[in-house]
DNA sequence: TTATTACAGAACTGATTGTTCAATAAAATT
DNA sequence: AATTTTATTGAACAATCAGTTCTGTAATAA
């Protein structure tokens, strides 16, 4: 990738996540992300589409990041507890959420996000179906298996959004038990 | 209330509702509702200051509508099953959504109506909070009021959204079933 | 060195929002 | 019934924004 692409990309991501961080992304305007940016109105569009399309492509790095980051630490972390278990996936996300790396805790308690919380379920999602089998309790067992993953993956966001919302005040590792105790 | 104002009022909410179920709350445009309403630019914005608060109003009247007809109703049948059980909002709430009056439904699945899930959760929450001693269970006991206030709200919105995305194949007892199961 | 590619910057169209105002029609008041 | 008040109309208006197009320029790759 040519370097210039690189930097105006870059640039662009960073003057949208510093206008997240202070208003919702409807109130957001593309000459706002611009002049931010430093670049050309041409230029933003000969990288992104439109608003949404910017939004799409921040999510997918930013959830890269995320759950890449994510299977490194449970690496790191092996000694400490049992990562087989379903609780570590968990814990480590909230872990993840707690540093606020880009400031993804902005989209995720913000009131104009409802894009930004469809790809995080969807990107949850596949990690629940995988470790579906591992929830399994007895009382939940005849229920239809999208609407466990469903909840499990809901509870989760509304977990993180409770915690976010309320300032993050406690541990990752006391939000994991709320967490699961409710699961 | 004149009876002018009062005519106007409800072709803006007829339209609006109309263009609900066919787009997204931001695709709409004000020349839209008014062409559809038939009336004014003028009087639209004589009535409402802007989409927005036009949304908000419209919510309020649903929820009037939804959960007085939730009391009368509860009066109805309270010869078939005990009112005081926390299933009984419940079930009466999903039979409601079931009725989809006012096509409340588009608004529930749809996916750019964070601003109608505040509402809907505002006056679940409260709600919830007289009921909340009810579905204590010992295991989370320890866990924030308003963790637990949360959870159960959210988990009812996420359930209804579940329902109604699938297409209400199941009636409101097997959804208030699986409600509770997950609770 | 040359050819390719990305960017700047400005101008432009079209859509949308929200306001204003004078004329008209409906409703309330006397 | 006559008068006053109020709501609506319809059009025109400015302001903002999205997205496009173009030319000249600078950086990169061949």
Redesign the interface.
Known sequence: MDRRQRKTREAIFRAFIELLSQKDF?QITVGEIIDRADIGRATFYAHFETKDYLLKELCEELFCHLFDSMHKDENHHRHIFDCDAPSSVFLHLFRHLQKNDNNILELLSG?????FL?YFKENLRRLVENQLSTFDAE??AH?PE???V??IV??FV??AR?WVD?GLKETPEKITE?FL??L
Chains 1, 2 share one sequence.
């Open positions: 409807n009131s104009n996000n409802e894009l469809r009382k939940s229920l999208s609407f466990r469903n909840h809901s509870t509304e977990t409770w309320n709320y105790t409710v």
